[in-house]
């Protein structure tokens, strides 16, 4: 495990989150098994690469998580993917990672386990500390988390505690109570052990298509995109593969500091004390794990790109009717993000790209139900006649 502010390191030991000496980030530096081969595992899901996921569980929290589809693009490009993180347990990658950090505090003997979340981080980690039968706390910051999300963690038994302000005052609050009392267990991306389980995405997808050019996220406290070419890299230390997928990632306008730092060429970001987006999932003004996101950006070779609320909503209505897709709005920023990155040259559209769609669309309902659509009060004696009509105007 080596710090990535002071440069620390210290053998793997699962006890351990934070760096010792400063407090740092740590990352988990595995030496894969040898003789590994993806050909050899078996089952499915996250747990299909137990070998490549440090740690020593006693017991495994799963639901079943991961072998999410990468579905093919029918009606934008042929070239593009889209990982459809929704169809998760509980509706989005979180659950990825959270298998993993419950099924390792659970086997440090843990009984109660904390998050603080913008809506996906609570309902997965209620849901996984249900499953292994202990308690959970979830602070979120007090009417801006999306309703969908609200109610899991509601229904899943969480105690929530709502706080005055963003999520990033959440957030401290939960690194300030492992810090000085170690009697709650964290689940947010500050452990290093949840992203062991969020790297497997790039696992599944050389699995299904091989290592592609582009791999576009989402970025909001910024441990996916790192986690998935964490992935990746591991796979090129085991000489499976023989190259890295340039790592792009898609921040609104409103809570974009790792995107201006990188379009900046700047080596920090410039935090925002007051992130606003209609996509609640990324809507983080000091994301913890920005020097892991800054450094999976850089090595890939990769880029940043900032988009709009009023293009994520439109690409989430593109996903819905062009591909079938019903995808949160945070999900939809990897599309803005992509368009924008055609549009601008910065890919090829003849690239073969991935979109990691991280959420599920019915997680914010409120953000559906602004598309907008033709919704007409209709006598049903009549009804016949204006299908007729809408058919025939369609046709013409």
């Known amino acids: 495990m080596k710090c990535l502010s002071c440069g620390y390191e210290t053998p793997i030991d699962q006890h351990t989150i934070l760096c010792p000496k400063c407090g740092g980030l740590l990352e988990i530096i595995i030496e894969p098994p040898k003789g590994f081969s993806l050909s050899k595992l078996k089952g499915r899901g996250v747990w299909r690469y137990k070998d490549l996921i440090p740690g020593y569980y006693k017991s495994i929290i799963s639901i079943n998580e991961g072998n999410t589809p990468l579905i093919k693009s029918a009606n934008i490009n042929k070239q593009l993917y889209f990982k459809f993180e929704g169809l998760n347990p509980t509706g989005s990658f979180k659950d990825r990672g959270m298998t993993v950090a419950v099924s390792s505090a659970v086997s440090l003997n843990y009984k109660t386990v904390i998050a603080a979340s913008t809506g996906n981080t609570a309902a997965s980690a209620a849901a996984y500390a249900a499953r292994a039968g202990i308690k959970s706390f979830i602070v979120l910051p007090k009417g801006k988390v999306a309703l969908g999300k609200l109610a899991q963690s509601v229904l899943y038994g969480a105690i929530i505690l709502e706080v005055d302000g963003s999520f990033d005052v959440a957030m401290e609050a939960v690194m300030r109570l492992y810090r000085d009392l170690k009697i709650v267990y964290p689940l947010n991306s500050f452990n290093p052990w949840r992203l062991e389980g969020q790297k497997t995405i790039a696992f599944e997808i ?191």
């Open 206 to 396: 050389m699995e299904d298509i091989g290592v592609p050019e582009n791999v576009i996220v989402p970025v909001g406290n910024a441990g996916n995109i790192y986690a998935i070419w964490k992935g990746f890299n591991e796979l090129l230390k085991i000489g499976i593969i023989d190259k890295v997928p340039r790592m792009i990632g898609v921040q609104a306008e409103g809570a974009s500091p790792i995107a201006n730092a990188i379009i900046k060429g700047k080596n920090e970001p410039d935090f925002i004390e007051n992130p606003d987006t209609v996509a609640t999932a990324i809507r983080i003004g000091r994301p913890v794990n920005w020097q892991k996101a800054m450094k999976a950006i850089k090595e890939s070779k990769g880029t940043a790109i900032i988009v709009s609320d009023s293009e994520i909503l439109e690409a989430q209505k593109t996903l819905a009717r062009k591909e079938g897709i019903g995808a949160e709005p945070a999900s939809a920023a990897a599309l803005a993000g992509y368009l924008k990155a055609i549009n601008n040259g910065i890919i090829d559209k003849d690239e073969k790209t991935v979109l990691i769609l991280t959420g599920h669309s019915l997680k914010d309902p409120e953000s559906m139900a602004k598309a907008d659509t033709k919704r007409i009060l209709v006598n049903p004696l009549h009804i016949e006649k204006i299908i007729v009509g809408e058919i025939n105007g369609f046709n013409s």
